[in-house]
């Protein structure tokens, strides 16, 4: 063990980053110089470059979570974030809680993404659609010179190797709310969907430099993006399901600024996966396509950086050092508004279109979804940027929340999700609209004989209508599943004959479909705040709740109070439906106090408990009763947010998956 | 070369960019001096005159419901008044309910000679109607005048940073209303009678 902390050493880990930062700069120039005055020896660096900057940082990452777990509080990150008390996996999951850690983890996960890209076989006949070399070290290049700069700043300005003197005997413990397993999760999730954007952007970028962006061009760039279009997906989709069970005030979705900086590229993102597929289709909106992917990058960078650098939110306050916000807007300039430049300077010389778009066409819906798509994502950006920029402008403080999103995004959503019913049925090129209606025709019953019962079952006109638009979309999707699986031979008809494209795309459709319908049952949530004393019975849309005890207990590192619930139908005689245990804990350490709220999810509602204070009250006679204040939720649909943001992700991943020419290929290849 | 509409469609998203870009600068910049704060909010210390808000409705147009709240109701105040600034949603304002309801009740009683009468007036933090007067009954309709404030804009011109939040108001003909005292989380017994109670005592 001695010997492995020797090697792994904090200095160890620090002379890694040092030695990544190095090698991602030679990343970054020598495949360059190589590709400009044609020698191949500089091109073929690129890769084992990637894979060494990789596994420098990797080095570092092991280094650091020895010393975090060996409880090194000589580390100044290790003694702020950590203590000896707490839970081991969160001394690894709380590294990339803070800033110096997160940032390291961004650089860490770009070095992956490169190592991917590194370690793909080159064409070969048997795979021809494989990235050809010249474009893979151009690509490489490009994440370097990203790699690069950010290395630079986590090295100079934001080092997690820092040692502290004097050791302090014990750290300062870790932010309770940020023990949970989710938001272990979360961080790498949305981050690498964030870093995942870069290779969209190096792909803009060298066709930028190059000229050309064709639909050869596009077909390599796809499934970059669709990856990390589904890793962001997953990202936000935990994150909001993280609110929604760990703060416990009921809602998934605050339209704060954090929110709101991954909601952004996103929504980009969407408009990219979407746009990409013209230009491979029909060489369309190549310069259209080029700037969303620039743009989805630069958001993922605002995103991650502006929001934390104290400008929009102060939670993670780190502004107050210059160099460091400096140091961020730097970058953003030199990659964000650097390749804006570019692009200013190079897209105008691009081929322009030479055949013009027919409205009722494919190209024609996709060209209507990126536009709604921005719309809605300069509403959002306008939403979150307003309130600084006033406050810069003309001094004044105010606040926009949920009311402004509400009443902006909800009326851009509805047509996009109209359209997205439409446009699977939408052939390329050219529409008749008498072979369009019959392949509608039967989503179309399908929502419209379910008028009458969206009407009555949900809470508002506004939810009815958006659930019969989330039908349209999913029946749509399904219809048109069927409507494909039939025209193939009728030997072959088996859903997995069906192309791997057409189920990624249906799925995502569907995903999304879920999504809006959990949200219009969301709208009907009921909620109630009561004080209670065990015994109180309370009824919340016909059913009973009863507080029936109040205890106590110890954790390892906090103090716990629990209340038990028992839910019944009907009414205080009712059969029981579910005992619901919502808890307070106390952790005396940091002298804060979290919530654990109770849920129980069912298919179609969630019931949901949290348990606010308790208060302790002596009547004349001396005894002491207890009273608590809980707050009780039943939210209609809630739980298929969530599963809709994984159908979407899970879904569009299937993409990825060979295609199956190929497997039949491969098979024939073993047997012979 | 010359200039087409292409160059100037391709070159409006860098010139966004650079704008952002400067105003970044400039944020950071005053984070830096102090001078700016994105989480400020225009904090109304002790002692200055009441601040100007928006003008706000009434809980309901129902006779039985107090009247809104405006700056001008400040005006013309006689007594001093006790500010709550809460909701239904927030877990220590319904903490806060038994001590609001004592209150009410013994300043309905007549009070003692040497102490001015406190009036009592509410406003209501981005909240739900319906819940609103839910925790209005539960507090027994403890205010003479209730201003719903749906969009939280009065409470940024207040400087609410997070429910519940009291003000004291004194009369002051020349200001129209002066603050005396404001206190963040629910008001107890104990703060009542180490802050509130000494303040009206001052008054002729």
Known sequence: MATLATIFCPEGGHFALALACALAFMQGILPLIGLRRAESPLITLARPLALSQCLALLFAWACLIIASLGDDFSLKLIAETSAINKPWAYKIAGLWGNHEGSLLLWVTLLSLWCAGLALLPAPTTARPEALPPRLRARILALLGLVGAGFSLFCLTASNPFLRLWPVPADGMGMNPLLQDPGLAVHPPLLYSGYVGFAVPFAFAISALLEGKADALWARYMRPWVISAWALLTLGITLGSWWSYSVLGWGGYWFWDPVENAALIPWLTGTALLHSVLVVEKRSLLQGWCLLLAIATFAFSLSGTFLVRSGILNSVHAFANDPARGLFILGLLGLYGGGSLLLFAIRAPALPSPQTGFSPLSREGALLLNNILLCTLCAVVLTGTLYPPFMQLLFGRTLSVGKPFFDATTIPLTLPLLAIMGVSVALPWRQARTDKLLPRLAPALLVTAGNILPAFWLFPTPLAAFSALLALWVISAALCDLILRLRSLPVGDRKLHHLPRSLWAASLAHIGVGVTILGLCGMAGSQERLIEARPGTHTTLTGRDWELTALTAHHGPNYEAVEAHLTIRHHNAHGPILATLTPEIRLFPQQGQRTLHVAILHRPLEDLYAALGSVKEEHDPQGQSHYTAILRLHENPLASWIWLGGIIMALGSGLHLLPARRRLLRMKRQVQA | ?204
């Open chain 2, 1 to 204: 070369m010359t200039l087409t509409r292409r160059h100037l469609l391709a070159a409006l998203p860098a010139l966004g960019a650079a704008g952002l870009g400067v105003g970044f600068v400039r944020m950071l910049h005053g984070l830096n001096q102090g001078h700016f704060d994105p989480r400020a909010i225009n904090t109304p210390l002790t002692g200055r005159p009441v601040p100007d808000f928006p003008a706000l409705p009434p809980l309901s147009d129902t006779p039985s419901s107090p009247p809104g709240l405006t700056r001008g109701d400040f005006q013309n105040i006689k007594q001093p008044i006790l500010l709550f600034i809460w909701a239904s949603w927030c877990l220590p304002c319904v903490e806060e309910i038994p001590f609001i309801r004592h209150l009410a009740t013994s300043l309905a009683i007549p009070q003692s000679s040497h102490t001015a009468p406190l009036a009592l007036w509410g406003l209501c933090y981005k909240d739900h109607p319906t819940q609103a007067a839910h925790w209005l009954e539960q507090a027994g309709h403890p205010f003479t005048r209730l201003g719903m404030d749906r969009e939280g804009q009065a409470a940024i011109d207040w400087g609410v940073t997070g429910v519940p939040e009291t003000f004291l108001i004194m009369p002051d003909p020349q200001t129209g209303g002066r603050i005396v005292w404001h206190g963040t989380g629910s008001l107890t017994d104990t703060l009542y009678q180490a802050h509130i109670h000494p303040q009206l005592e001052t008054v002729p």
